[in-house]
């Protein structure tokens, strides 16, 4: 599905193969255990599916610390996707929001993306999302309208998960702070939610 424009596709811009390769290397980045940790509550999930996946690092991460768990992924960035294809060995979508998998995954995750995406791709997006299990990581407040990106000014969203959940059918299981050195400008947010089984979307 798709309802046009969204902001994410900024970030689509100007990448190369050198960007990529210093994204990839982020997976050594602290912040990015917290994905890990948020799986170890999840022993069910056996699929794991992340929008805008940038060059890979958060699913090789996954992979290093779950084998077991098939991993797949979104990017609109052909450079990124490229890149991470080829580390990863596995086939990307080039999809944005409010795209969503073709198929049925466990559970998907995003990292900072939808703070970039409006409210009304997102709630199309949560509504039709092929999962029963979200892992969201994301700034815990917005310290601004907007944020420079390759020259540009993208809209920067500061979402009420709380809301956006249930209007869509999921319902939060867990949400915890992350520390500021999580990522050093603005203390973090991790959400795990589950579609409630009389929920909208697909079950």
Known sequence: MSLGYSPVNWF??????????????TWQAPY??????????????KSLYEIGCGAGPNLHIVRKAFPHIVIGGSE?????RSWAAKQLGVSLDAGELPETPASRWDAVLSCYVLAYAAEDL??????????STLIVMELARREGPSVVHQGGTIPHYHHNYDR???????????AWPLPYESCAKSP???????RRASGNGIH
């Open 12 to 25: 689509a811009q100007a990448h190369t193969e050198a960007s990529a390769e210093a994204a990839w290397e």
């Open 32 to 45: 990015r255990q917290h994905v890990i940790q948020a799986l170890a509550c999840l022993p069910g999930v």
């Open 76 to 80: 609109p960035s052909p450079v990124d």
């Open 122 to 131: 997102i709630t199309a997006w949560l509504r039709a999302l092929p999962a």
């Open 164 to 174: 956006l959940l249930v209007a869509t059918g999921w319902h939060l299981k867990w």
């Open 188 to 194: 973090n947010l991790l959400l795990i939610a589950e």
